[in-house]
C-alpha cells in the first residue's frame, strides 16, 4: 500500500493522508516521492479539487526523511554519485515547488490552488520541509510533539529546501538555532517563533476552513512577490553584511572546522540569499551534495543513527532469552554515581531500593534524584506530582532485607574489590537465585569480581558514565562465566532508562577506559617532551575531541590517574608502559595540584572553579622546547593511540561488534563525532595508508603506536573495517 493516499471531500478539499505502514512514525522514502508527486498534480488538474490539506494517519506528522535511504543514496547513485545525488535532490525540489506554486500563473501569482498542512504531532526533518512549502500550517497544541529541523545533529543539513525557506521566512539570524543547533520546539512555540502558522484542537478541520475561504494573496509566498526583501538583511545589506560575520565567527567558534555540513549549510544560506528563490534551490541542493559526498557525514549517520539505533533495538541481544524488563532494582551505594543509577531507574518507571552504610547517606542520594525532579518542574518539563510519583519510587534503606523482590542489583560501591566482595556477599544473602547481579566499574576485572558471587552466571558488569543522567552510553561487561540471562537483563535494563549499551568482553579497563586513558596519557607525555599545553589543548579540540587530554584529567581529578597508575603498575610489573606519564601525575599529586577539585591542576582556577588559564607551576616544572611538533602530528598521536587500542580490543574479542566501537567511543568519551568512531575514522584514512603512518609513529614516539597484526592484513588486502566486520559482511 502507498505511503501517501487521496480522498476528495464533498465540499471539494481534497486530503493528502500520509501513513507509512508497519512504522510507528512517518519517513519518507524515495519512492514515496513519486507517490507524492502524482497525488498533487491529479489534485492541481482535478476542477472540483478546491484546495488541498496534508496530514497524517498517525498521531505524529512525520520523522524525517529516511536515514537509511540516505546513508545508501551515494551508493544508488551510480557511477556518477554527485550527479545522481544532485539530481535526486533537485526532484524533491521540484514537487515541494510544484505544491508551493501550486498551479498559480507565474506572472500573475495568481489561480493557485490554496495548500495547506495540518499537523497532528511530531514533524522533524522532511516532515517539516514539506509543511514550509505549503501555504499554511496548523498544528495541534499537544505538549509532547516536537518541530524542528535536527538534520545537523545527525552530520548533514536541512537540504530539501529547508535551509532556504526557512531563511527567506524568518531571516538568517531568526533562522540560525533551528538550522545550526537543530533546535526543536513544542507547536506553541513553534507558532510563536513563526513557523507553525495556527495551533487549532483539530488542525485537519481548522486547515480545511482555511482552504476553503482563502484568497489569491494569502497563497503566494512572500519571496514569490514583488518586492520581497530578506528580514534581518540580505548579505549585501549592512545589517545582513553583519549578521553572516557572526554567524561564521560563531561556526567555525563551535565546530573548529571539521564539520562539514555546519560549514555547507552557512555557504548555503550566505550564497543563497544573493540570488533569485529557485536558484538559491540549486545551491542549497548543490551545498546538500557535497555534505552527502563527504565521508565525515556518511560515517556520522551511520554511527550517531543507524548503528546507535540497532544497538538500542537489541542487536546484540541474546535472541533466545525472553523478555527481561526490570521492575525493582537495588542500588548499592548512594554516592553520585548510585545517586544518578537511581534517579535514572525511577525516571523510567522502576521501583528502587537505594542503600547505603549508614541513613544519612542513603538520604542525600535520594535528595540528589528530588533536587534533580525539582528542577524539571521548575523549568516545566515535568508537573508536580510526576516528581513526586518519580521519587516516591526511591527508598532509601540500610537494611539488606529491603532488597529482597529485587531483580536486579546494581553495585556502585568503592572501587575496592574487597569492598565490593563484602557487599556481593551480603546481597547473596538476602536476594533470590534468579537475581542478576551488576557491578558498576570502570577498572576492576569483572572476573575476578564474580568469584565473591555464589552464582558467576549471574554476575555482569554495567559500566555508568558520570554524570549517570547525562550520559547517554552504559558498557556492559561480561566476565569469562556470565550467561545470556545476565546479558539480556543488562540491555532490557538499559533500553528502560533509555540510553544506549554496548557489551564487551572483560580485560582490563574494558573498552572505553582502554581507549580514553591512553589519550590522556599522550598529553601528559607531551607535556614532559616539552610540548606546549596550549598545543596540545587546541590541537585536540581542532580534531573534534571535546576536551583536551590536560583539561579532561583536571576534570576526573589528577589523584585518580595516580591511583590507576598505581593499581596498574601493581598488576602488569615489569611490562607496565606508562612510567614517564606516572613521573608528571606523581609530582602534581605531591604538589596537591589535583584538578579542579583542589582549584589548581594543568589549569589553574579561581574561586568560583572556573579554569583561569594554563598553569604556570606546570610550565615551569617541563618547559616548552625550542622546537614544536606540527599541529597535525600531534592531532594524529592523540587520536592514533585511541584508535589503535580499538583495533586491538577488536583484534582481542573485547569488542565483539564493530558498530559498539565506534558509537561507544563518540557516546562515551566524545571521540571525534564528525568521523564517525575511531574504527570509522581509520577506514576514511584507508587501512593502507594508517599502518604507514603507525610505523613512522612507532618510530618517533614508542611501540604504543605499533601496527597491530589485523590492521597490518587489512592495509595488505586493502580492506576497511566495516567491509570486513560491518553487519553487511557478517550477512554474508
Known amino acids: 500500500m502507498a505511503d501517501f493516499s487521496m480522498q476528495t471531500r464533498d465540499d471539494g478539499v ?3 493522508t500520509w501513513d507509512v505502514k508497519e512504522k510507528s512514525m512517518n519517513v519518507m522514502t524515495l519512492e514515496a516521492w513519486d507517490v507524492l508527486d502524482g497525488l498533487v498534480d491529479q489534485a492541481l488538474a482535478d476542477d472540483a479539487v478546491k484546495g488541498v490539506v496534508i496530514t497524517s494517519g ?62 497532528p504531532g511530531t514533524a522533524l526533518g522532511i516532515g517539516l520541509e514539506i509543511p514550509l512549502s505549503t501555504h499554511r500550517i496548523f498544528a495541534a497544541p499537544n505538549p509532547k510533539a516536537k518541530i524542528g529541523l535536527p538534520e545537523i545533529m545527525v552530520g548533514i543539513f536541512p537540504g530539501a529546501g529547508g535551509t532556504t525557506r526557512l531563511v527567506r521566512k524568518m531571516g538568517a539570524m531568526a533562522a540560525s538555532p533551528y538550522l545550526l543547533e537543530g533546535k526543536l520546539m513544542d507547536p506553541v512555540a513553534a507558532q510563536k517563533a513563526g513557523i507553525v502558522d495556527e495551533i487549532a484542537a483539530d488542525p485537519v478541520a481548522a486547515a480545511c476552513e482555511w482552504v476553503l475561504s482563502a484568497k489569491d494573496a494569502d497563497i503566494v509566498k512572500p519571496w514569490d512577490a514583488k518586492g520581497y526583501k530578506m528580514p534581518g538583511g540580505a548579505p549585501y545589506h549592512p545589517a545582513g553584511f553583519m549578521t553572516f560575520v557572526g554567524a561564521s565567527a560563531m561556526v567555525n567558534g563551535k565546530t573548529k572546522g571539521v564539520y562539514p555540513a555546519a560549514k555547507a549549510l552557512l555557504s548555503a544560506v550566505y550564497e543563497g540569499a544573493l540570488v533569485p528563490f529557485d536558484t538559491a534551490l540549486k545551491i542549497e541542493a548543490r551545498w546538500f551534495t557535497n555534505v552527502l559526498m563527504n565521508p565525515s557525514s556518511a560515517n556520522m549517520i551511520r554511527s550517531l543513527f543507524i548503528n546507535k539505533e540497532a544497538l538500542e533495538k537489541g542487536a546484540v541481544r541474546p535472541a533466545d532469552v525472553a523478555d527481561q524488563r526490570v521492575s525493582k532494582v537495588g542500588v548499592l551505594g548512594a554516592g553520585m554515581m548510585g545517586a544518578g543509577i537511581a534517579l ?43 516528581a513526586a510519583t518519580m521519587a516516591g519510587r526511591i527508598t532509601a534503606t540500610t537494611d539488606y532485607a529491603a532488597l529482597k523482590g529485587c531483580d536486579l542489583i546494581i553495585e556502585a560501591v568503592f572501587e575496592d574489590p574487597k569492598i565490593k566482595a563484602e557487599v556481593t556477599a551480603q546481597v547473596d544473602a538476602v536476594t533470590d537465585a534468579d537475581c542478576i547481579f551488576a557491578t558498576n566499574t570502570s577498572t576492576l576485572p569483572i572476573t575476578e569480581l564474580s568469584k565473591a558471587s555464589k552464582n558467576a552466571e549471574n554476575f555482569i558488569g554495567i559500566h555508568f558514565f558520570s554524570p549517570v543522567e547525562k550520559m547517554m552510553l552504559v558498557e556492559i561487561i561480561k566476565g569469562r562465566g556470565t550467561g545470556d540471562r545476565a546479558v539480556a537483563k543488562a540491555l532490557d535494563y538499559v533500553r528502560q532508562i533509555r540510553k544506549t549499551p554496548i557489551v564487551v568482553n572483560d580485560a582490563r579497563f574494558f573498552y572505553a577506559n582502554r581507549c580514553i586513558i591512553p589519550y590522556i596519557n599522550e598529553g601528559i607525555r607531551m607535556v614532559k617532551e616539552g610540548v ?20 579532561l584529567v583536571d576534570e ?3 589523584d585518580l590517574g595516580a591511583k ?45 572553579g572556573n579554569r583561569t588559564g594554563l598553569s604556570a607551576a606546570v610550565a615551569a616544572q617541563y618547559p616548552q622546547a625550542d622546537e614544536q611538533p606540527d599541529l597535525t602530528e600531534v592531532q594524529h598521536r592523540l587520536l592514533f593511540v585511541q584508535s589503535l ?13 564493530i558498530r559498539e566501537g565506534d558509537v561507544g567511543a563518540i557516546l562515551g568519551w566524545g571521540f571525534a563525532p564528525w568521523s564517525g568512531g575511531p574504527l570509522s575514522w581509520l577506514d576514511m584514512l584507508g587501512a593502507p595508508y594508517a599502518s604507514e603512518r603507525c610505523d613512522a609513529l612507532q618510530a618517533a614516539h614508542g611501540d604504543r603506536f605499533a601496527c597491530p597484526d589485523l590492521l597490518r592484513d587489512m592495509a595488505a588486502k586493502n580492506q576497511n573495517f566495516y567491509g570486513r566486520f560491518g553487519p553487511q559482511a557478517k550477512a554474508a
Not at 535520594?366 to 508537573?383: P, T
Not at 587500542?645 to 561488534?657: F, K
Open 532 to 551: 606546549a599545553p596550549a598545543l596540545i589543548e587546541n590541537a585536540a579540540k581542532m580534531v573534534g575531541m571535546p576536551l583536551g587530554p590536560l583539561q
Open 58 to 119: 498517525k498521531d505524529s506528522f512525520a520523522g524525517g526523511m529516511d536515514l537509511n535511504v540516505i546513508a545508501k543514496m551515494k551508493e544508488m547513485a551510480g557511477d556518477d554519485p554527485a550527479r545522481g545525488l544532485f539530481d535526486g535532490i533537485m526532484n524533491a525540489h521540484r514537487i515541494m515547488r510544484k505544491i508551493e506554486r501550486a498551479g498559480m500563473d507565474a506572472k500573475t501569482n495568481k489561480g493557485g490552488k490554496p495548500i495547506a498542512t495540518a499537523l
Open 344 to 386: 535514572v531507574s525511577a525516571q523510567a518507571g522502576i521501583e528502587v531500593v537505594l542503600l547505603d552504610r549508614d541513613q544519612a547517606a542513603a538520604d542525600k542520594g535520594k535528595g540528589y534524584a528530588e533536587a534533580h525532579f525539582a528542577k524539571g518542574v521548575q523549568r516545566k518539563k515535568i508537573s508536580e506530582e510526576m
Open 645 to 657: 587500542e580499538a583495533v586491538r580490543a577488536l583484534e582481542e574479542g573485547v569488542l565483539m561488534d
Open 564 to 608: 590507576i597508575a598505581r593499581a596498574t603498575r601493581a598488576a602488569m610489573g615489569d611490562a607496565y608502559p606508562d612510567g614517564e606519564v606516572d613521573e608528571v601525575i606523581f609530582w602534581m599529586e605531591e604538589q596537591g595540584r589535583l584538578g579542579r577539585k583542589s582549584a589548581s591542576g594543568f589549569y589553574d582556577y579561581d574561586e568560583k
Open 14 to 16: 481534497a486530503i493528502i
Open 556 to 558: 576526573t581529578s589528577i
